[in-house]
């Protein structure tokens, strides 16, 4: 929470310009699965073609990893942009440069937020693999170093699949070559690389710190003992092992041999994927397919700003009031208003926007749990270990939507009782 106030502020210190809405005659359709909900403007058709991919790819690490979630027990909403134009709206940050962007990912405790660009690319489905890889690690591994993650996901962007057999790891031609006209750096560099290394940068998925880390990951899945202790190094990593000794434990050399071994399957140049057979074949995602009105669109797309960091707030709230202009009961909009409020630490007014969401939709379990946790955090220094817990438990266990809209009112009750008792 934290940081995203942080980050918050500083978008608010640059004052970033408010950009433009939807067209008017966007026309965007809803997708619902039993475990993910794309928002899309790109028809039908190819909107499904996507579900049904991601859902391969979903069923593909359901039957392979080494005991790790593909489900979320929050909502993971997927948005299909048509075009550049359409999509760079909503990628503008302090970092990055939305002309490059072909798809982020953005986790929060409220959602899993991914958006994708489909023109960015002449095979759309490689950049939600990407992005879903990044989901699914956040999911499992919330601290996974970026090398790994960047690397799985590039890995996975190649993913195939045909009847019962599924094609994991094919080439990146891109990869491979740059790494022909490039020396590595570091290792050591590269397996403890943050989002402040010189050499990361999320918008430029060609070059150095992809390549070498997408090489990196290949060079160990190539190998069936190496793909192997992949879960034991997460495992020290969940544990709060540090990178480098997490991986020398784990795959028993240093970085200075791995950096060896690299640069000898790097000069060998041949990279081979494997390739993986279930006992089923792989299936289409059964999907509802619902055509979205104005204010549904507007809505869903301002609570994606909301949720993206650096938080663009004045886009973000033009979108959303905009969809109350056209429908004031829309109470998801209030609450993400409310949210979006509690960021910049507006608390009264949170307060306020989170009571009206309730006055629209009092069984909204979204709102509640936003409503509750915004109060509790006005308490933070006295309720910091309850604070902590709940937000660790609260998001993470796997819970039935019943149990998670009575927790959520108990969480509201409970925050507005101590609010009270503090206010006397
Ligand atoms: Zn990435």
Do not use: C
């Not at 994606?304 to 650096?310: D, F, I, K, S, T």
């Not at 033009?318 to 608390?347: P, S």
């Not at 910091?384 to 266990?397: A, C, Q, W, Y």
């Amino acid at each position: 929470m934290r940081r995203v106030l942080a980050i918050a502020v500083l978008s608010l210190l640059l004052g970033l310009p408010p950009w433009a809405l939807p067209k008017q005659n966007d026309r965007w359709i809803r997708v619902d699965t039993d475990h993910f909900t794309l928002f899309s403007s790109v028809g039908v058709r190819d909107t499904k073609r996507l579900s049904n991919q991601i859902g391969k790819l979903k069923q593909a690490l359901d039957g392979s990893s080494v005991g790790m979630k593909t489900h979320s027990p929050l909502p993971t909403y997927i948005y299909v942009f048509r075009n550049k134009s359409a999509f760079r709206e909503y990628t503008i940050g302090v970092n990055q440069k939305p002309e490059n962007i072909a798809g982020f990912f953005a986790g929060s405790d409220d959602g899993n937020y991914v958006a994708i660009n489909v023109s960015a690319t002449a095979r759309p489905e490689g950049v939600v693999f990407h992005e879903y890889v990044h989901y699914w690690l956040d999911n499992n591994v919330p601290a996974a170093p970026l090398w790994v993650g960047e690397g799985l996901a590039e890995y996975y962007s190649t993913f195939t699949t045909r009847e019962k057999r599924a094609d994991i790891g094919r080439l990146v031609l891109a990869h491979a070559e740059w790494l022909r006209g490039h020396a590595l750096i570091p290792m050591v560099d590269l397996l403890t690389a943050d989002a402040s290394s010189p050499y990361y940068h999320e918008e430029d998925r060609v070059g150095l710190f992809y390549a070498q880390s997408w090489v990196a990951v290949h060079f160990l899945m190539s190998d069936e003992e190496n793909r192997g202790k992949l879960g034991s190094y997460f495992q020290r990593i969940n544990a709060r092992q540090g990178s480098v000794e997490a991986f020398q434990e784990t795959w028993g050399f240093s970085p200075e041999q791995f950096q060896e071994k690299l640069e000898a399957y790097v000069a060998k140049g041949s990279y081979s994927h494997f390739r993986l057979t279930f006992e089923r074949e792989f299936e289409d995602t059964p999907a509802t397919v619902t055509p979205m009105d104005r204010e549904t669109v507007l809505f869903r797309l301002g609570d994606l700003l909301a949720h993206n960091p650096p938080i663009q707030f004045a886009s973000a709230e033009e979108h959303l009031l905009a969809a109350l202009e056209i429908d004031e009961e829309l109470g998801a909009a209030w609450a993400t208003l409310g949210y979006l409020d509690q960021l910049r630490g507006d608390d009264e007014k949170a307060a306020e926007r989170f009571e009206k969401a309730l006055s629209f939709g009092e069984n909204d379990a979204r709102t509640h749990r936003l409503y509750g946790l915004s109060l509790l955090e006005r308490f933070e220094d006295s309720l910091k270990t309850g604070f902590e817990t709940f937000d660790l438990v609260l998001p993470r266990s796997p819970r039935s939507q019943d149990q998670n809209r009575e927790l959520s009112f108990l969480l509201t009750k409970l925050a507005n009782q101590l609010q009270t008792g503090h206010s006397r």
